[in-house]
């Protein structure tokens, strides 16, 4: 539903005296006073609500309240639906990885790509393997290349304390 901000305005809450006013076939009434615009609703057992109110003059239709608030759930509902929600992963590598742990970390990356999420790619140092940053940036830069063909780099390696690490996305986002 909609926020308590975006309140659908209805009748004589209305604050405009002056409303351009459109019938529930869509045709352009004209411009009327609200009062007007109220009594030409209610003859018609419907309701004036508000739907632009920063046009000039606002611009009321004469609606069912209830279907139209039915309406308006249904076509969130149907766009949060839609909606991709995009996860950050996070793998973690340490400089001295062998290759077959290289290869299954870089498999578990390619995979989260593939399924349209970020991956947070991290090189973790211990103790005197500080020393060896350029090993950590080596490691991130094997990942980019192998990974370029269905991700990018989405934020260059960064060392954050004892971690350095880079953000990766898939090429579609």
Known sequence: MKN????????????????????????????????AAIDLARSRGLDLILVAPNAQP???????????KYELAKREQKAKKNQKIIEIKEMKFRTAINEHDYQTKLKHIRRFLEDGNKVKVTVMFRGREMAFMDKGKEILDRIAKDV????????????????????LKPKNL
């Open 4 to 35: 308590e901000k975006e309140k659908i305005i209805k009748n004589e809450e209305i604050p405009f005296n002056e409303l351009r006013v459109v019938d529930e076939e869509g045709k352009v009434v004209g411009i009327m006073s609200k009062s």
């Open 148 to 167: 370029s063909d269905i991700g990018t780099v989405e934020k260059e390696a960064k060392v954050e304390g004892r971690d350095m690490w880079m953000m």
């Open 58 to 68: 606002p611009v009321a239709r004469i609606l069912d309240y209830g279907k139209y």
